[in-house]
Nanobody, 125 residues
Framework: QMRLVESGGGLVQAGGSLRLSCVAS????????LAWFRQAPGQERELVAAISLGGRNTKYADSAKGRFAISRDDAKSTVYLQMNNLKAEDTAVYYCASDPVRSIGSGWPASYQYWGQGTQVTVSS
């Protein structure tokens, strides 16, 4: 069992920045590819960013490209999501997730094995 705990969410004005963190425990963190998803009310959970084993490869949703950056620190068992130039449409609950199978995760939530409880990000316009 892997436990994932997100932090760093909050209320921010449009144009501001937040850095989300997700700390893992219980499994060998470096063996998992990782991702951040988000879910707004009434909408499906969507992939924001994913990072491969070792952190060499990343991928982003079109809405996140150029504004968000995913990174991982295997020594700290932590994955980060730096979010800059935030917009009202970024408002959602943000979740981290881990995938023990793929070298870099897919956009399909069901392919991820473990999930955090989520952290709320609210961007005021």
């Amino acid at each position: 069992q892997m436990r994932l705990v997100e932090s760093g969410g909050g209320l921010v004005q449009a144009g501001g920045s937040l850095r989300l963190s997700c700390v893992a425990s219980g499994r060998i963190f470096s063996s998992y590819s990782l991702a951040w998803f988000r879910q707004a009310p009434g909408q499906e959970r969507e992939l924001v960013a994913a990072i491969s084993l070792g952190g060499r490869n990343t991928k982003y949703a079109d809405s996140a490209k150029g504004r968000f950056a995913i990174s991982r620190d295997d020594a700290k068992s932590t994955v980060y999501l730096q979010m800059n130039n935030l917009k009202a449409e970024d408002t959602a609950v943000y979740y981290c997730a881990s995938d023990p199978v793929r070298s870099i995760g897919s956009g399909w939530p069901a392919s991820y094995q473990y999930w955090g409880q989520g952290t709320q990000v609210t961007v005021s316009s």
